[in-house]
């Protein structure tokens, strides 16, 4: 069965810094790998995907993230965080068949301080 | 940019009461999701549904829970007899065909038993 698994449930950036968010999966296949963010009481908004190719991957508000097949991983990143990034973040893992599940981690919540 | 929708956004019931919860998926999308999320957990998959069947579902989805597409626009989720667990937000997704496999969210449902 898949599984993904967010090490890091908070974390605090200040404005300008740079941000790496942790994912970990598991998958016995090749993965579909999603990035979503949250924003209180709001739903999930795909940041960026992976299911074949180059294995870093461009999103959406500047977030970008690395596929490491070998570590199991695809961490998020951003150059320059901005104070509107405040948000849960949530990596995602789809199994191949047609029906496509996604298996969630549990969240990383990113708080920004000025 | 299309969206998906849902309603209502907040629905409070008493423990034993049926309730169904409506989405409208994007229009030319042919695979239809439900997702809950218990507050300060992680998304959960609940059920996967093409071509007018089930094709995928949890544990979680036992029968007191139902899906159905009654007119081709809407997706509803019904739950029978509700229980106190299970209040929490339900997210509606749908996809295209196609290889990347991205699900499109909708802002959610949040119901509460009471």
């Known amino acids: 069965a898949q599984s993904v698994t967010q090490p890091d449930i908070h974390i605090t950036v200040s404005e300008g810094a740079s941000l790496e968010l942790r994912c970990n999966y598991s998958y016995g296949a090749t993965p579909y790998l999603f990035w979503y963010v949250q924003s209180p009481g709001q739903g999930l908004q795909l940041l960026l995907k992976y299911f074949s190719g180059d294995t870093l991957v461009q999103g959406i508000k500047g977030f970008e993230a690395e596929f490491k097949r070998s570590q199991s991983s695809f961490n998020l990143r951003k150059p320059s965080v901005h104070w509107s990034d405040a948000a849960e973040y949530f990596c995602a893992v789809g199994a191949g068949n047609a029906g496509n599940m996604l298996t969630f981690g549990g969240g990383t919540r990113l708080m920004v301080k000025p | 940019e299309p969206e998906v929708t849902q309603t209502p956004s907040h629905q409070v019931t008493q423990m034993g009461q049926e309730v169904i919860l409506r989405c409208v998926p994007i229009?030319?999308?042919?695979?239809f999701y439900w997702y809950r999320q218990i507050l300060g957990q992680k998304v959960e998959f609940l059920v996967s549904f093409y071509n007018n069947e089930i094709s995928e579902k949890s544990e979680i989805f036992d029968d007191q829970f139902s899906v159905e597409r009654p007119d081709g626009s809407n997706f509803t989720l019904k739950i029978r007899s509700t229980k106190l667990e299970d209040s929490a937000m339900y997210f509606c997704?749908?996809?295209?065909?196609?290889?990347?496999?991205?699900?499109?969210f909708g802002p959610g449902t949040r119901l509460t038993v009471t």
């Open positions: 229009s030319n999308h042919l695979y």
């Open positions: 997704a749908s996809r295209p065909q196609g290889p990347s496999r991205e699900q499109y």
